[in-house]
DNA sequence: CTATTTAATTCGCATACCGTTGAAAATATA
DNA sequence: TATATTTTCAACGGTATGCGAATTAAATAG
């Protein structure tokens, strides 16, 4: 365990009012105080250290608490925007997406590279991730020095701490440091983060957990990710290692072990429609649930009888992780929501039915159909939450 | 979050020093200094502040680090065992279990009562418990006015930091504040716990898991129950409740849902014996395992079935665990285990099966068959941790 | 122009940690 | 036996932190 002394004291209560201010807009002093329960005083001097920091600006104009404001007028803090700027991005098996946000984690620039990378030589993705970052940065005016950090979101097992690639859909080989490799190429320190867990802190960040400290969100994409949201923060496994729910087993059928992933990854949906032909090529080019959608709504039968059992195999995991987490909200995301009612439908139906009694109503679902750029905001978030945690101060008094 | 200051700070380092001299036994005070990375001097301080409270005794005896010993002796500090008394329980179907403890966790006395005590109203269950634990603290030769704290751990959905228990097979009502009820009746600070976070503790603190921060163990009883050792704390979930592993759904058979419980729970194991006849006595008295075992190894082929089917569904269960959390060690426990052979050689091997390749060799399984004591010992111990947590000097000075 | 109200800063205090120094308690050596 | 050596531990001074009370700042109301 970390030994408590006065450094970490001060660091605690600096990503406190940082984090406040973050959410909370424009804010004064007093509300920081009122809302953290540290004294003003306290208050006055970390926000003096994070505005000499240069972290933080006054604004003297938004006083509008009140029409009958009397006494001396709040001056509001809010982040600055140019404190810091990083590069989220997600990566999928046909595209590649980047932000460049700042400090606030609005978007400044997008980029979409609609190119299928999967099971290509490491070098060649890295090659195209590393163009792509810069030319994200390029298109949002800035230069790569003026980036602090870069996130990467990609599908798989990945180890946080030591940004290892455990395993990847994506990647033909196993425990890639890709971390490293990214850092040297880009000489930017690089992040690597599951897909899910940054779509995790998107929403808590600016989606729909932004009311809760806990919650679960489940990704159904190519892979299906977890992400656990335990005390505002992101739930790592033992070993920082993230979840692949496709892995978990829902039953022991008469052709072995059926995995998740057999019944609900994306492939297996739509591989069961023949393998060629123009819904063949839609898929290779990554636009496979768009066309699903389509069908499904012209009735195509076996495409429904797929998506119905994904639904149950889908609901019947939720359920058994709301067993597990008891978590206030599940927040479904995932090219898969695309397959519309006949998937929901059976999902809700297996959720309702596979939740035990005595957990009904605990937990509410939400599905989502955020675009991908939201994906990369949050492995952005993600960079953003380490940049909010170091030390900025080497740990200088606050003057 | 809580605000830092310089208490919370003080009760941190405390906290970290009184656990590393509960765990490292008689221990110098330069060593805890390189254990804590404390200073000397700080170690110094809170050490002496311990010895004021009575928490820990100075031992001048036992310095027999080295033959060669030259310098001045180290004085080995100890936990005082006369600082506290609690009460550990564990309340089951069949039969009640206290143990009375001191300080340090070492059972002072302990009481077994065989009664069957499933859906009875909880007046006559809270009277049973209460005779229980008086009759233990008196068996230890105390008073009820010297026990600190009384903890019980009992099975099913229990909100730890609420007292409530929102659902147990041995309470007919669900939503029992059954907390408050005890603390009423003995006129003691009362709380109740899962029972199988209180064997996870239990294994942490003297068990098969002292030496690991993070670990997960399953609990095999009457129900099955699920504890999770996070960074050397109990996960409890996003409420604090206990986790219901019976409530996992294992498929959808025809029949409809098939959950865990149904497969591998004590009762459904045994259930399918004639329900008549000694065999249907011993269950009844809470010895249907001891009693399956005899039959087993007389090879019953209906037991071995069910226990084969009941191993099964278990190593799914574990792999699904492991898929999620990824912990180093499980620990497998309770009354289950006794089902020998035939039962722990369809778990292991349903569990290769269902692992995932990627976290093949990850966990590693651990079988234990303690007894009940030490269940109600993990109680006590619950108990305990609360008590070094709680601010004995209610902040003042450290003279 | 003065009184009032609210916001934010300044000042003094208490606490906690740390590094250094020095005292205490034992052994080793002359 | 007397002195040196080694190790443990407590005492002193320095610095950082947060808090409460008093003070200054900036606006409105009368």
């Known amino acids: 365990m970390k030994t408590a002394d006065p450094e970490l004291m001060r660091a605690i209560n600096r990503l406190n009012v940082l984090d406040t201010i973050r959410r909370h807009g424009p804010i004064a002093r007093v509300e920081i105080s009122e809302r953290t329960q540290l004294s003003t005083t306290t208050v006055s001097a970390i926000t003096a250290s994070l505005l000499d920091d240069g972290l933080i600006l006054p604004r003297h104009e938004g006083d509008i608490r009140n029409e009958a404001a009397r006494g001396r007028p709040r001056v509001m803090l809010e982040l600055n925007p140019d404190a810091a700027r990083v590069v989220g991005a997600k990566i999928a098996a046909n595209r590649l997406v980047f932000v460049v946000t700042d400090f606030r984690g609005d978007v400044l620039s997008k980029l979409t590279l ?6 290509q030589p490491i070098g060649v993705i ?3 991730v590393e163009d792509g970052v810069r030319r994200c940065v390029v298109d949002a005016g800035l230069s790569l020095e003026d980036v602090d950090t870069v996130c ?12 290892q ?18 850092t040297a190429r880009l000489n930017t320190p690089t992040i690597v983060e599951s897909d899910a867990h940054a779509i995790t802190l998107a929403h808590h960040w600016f989606g729909k957990a932004r009311d809760l400290e806990d919650m679960v969100l489940i990704s159904l994409e190519q892979t299906l990710g977890l992400g656990v949201l335990h005390d505002n923060q992101l739930f790592r496994g033992a070993g920082g290692l993230s979840h692949n729910l496709g892995d978990l087993v829902l039953g022991m059928g008469p052709r072995g072990i059926v995995r998740l992933s057999s019944q609900a990854g994306e492939s297996e949906i739509l591989g069961e429609q023949p393998a060629s032909g123009r819904f063949a090529e839609a898929i290779r080019l990554g636009r496979g649930m768009t066309h699903a959608q389509a069908l499904i709504k012209a ?3 076996t495409l429904i009888g797929a998506a119905i059992r994904a639904g149950e195999a889908v609901g019947v995991a939720i359920a058994n992780i709301v067993t597990l987490f008891a978590p206030p909200r599940v927040i479904l995301v995932g090219s898969s929501l695309a397959l519309g009612e006949p998937f929901l439908d059976s999902l809700r139906n297996a959720y309702a039915l596979a939740i035990p009694p005595s957990l009904k109503g605990v937990a509410e679902l939400v599905f989502d159909d955020s675009t991908d750029d939201f994906w990369a905001q949050g492995a952005a978030a993600v960079a953003l939450y380490e940049l909010y945690e170091s030390p900025w101060n080497t740990t200088g008094p606050a003057l």
């Open 126 to 128: 890295a090659d195209l």
């Open 299 to 301: 009735e195509d039968n």
């Open 152 to 163: 990467l979101g990609l599908p798989g097992v990945i180890e946080h701490r030591t940004g």
């Open 114 to 119: 609609p190119i299928r990378i999967d099971r």
């Open 165 to 182: 690639i455990r395993s990847s859909p994506i990647f033909r080989d196993t425990n890639v440091d890709f971390a490293s490799e990214m």
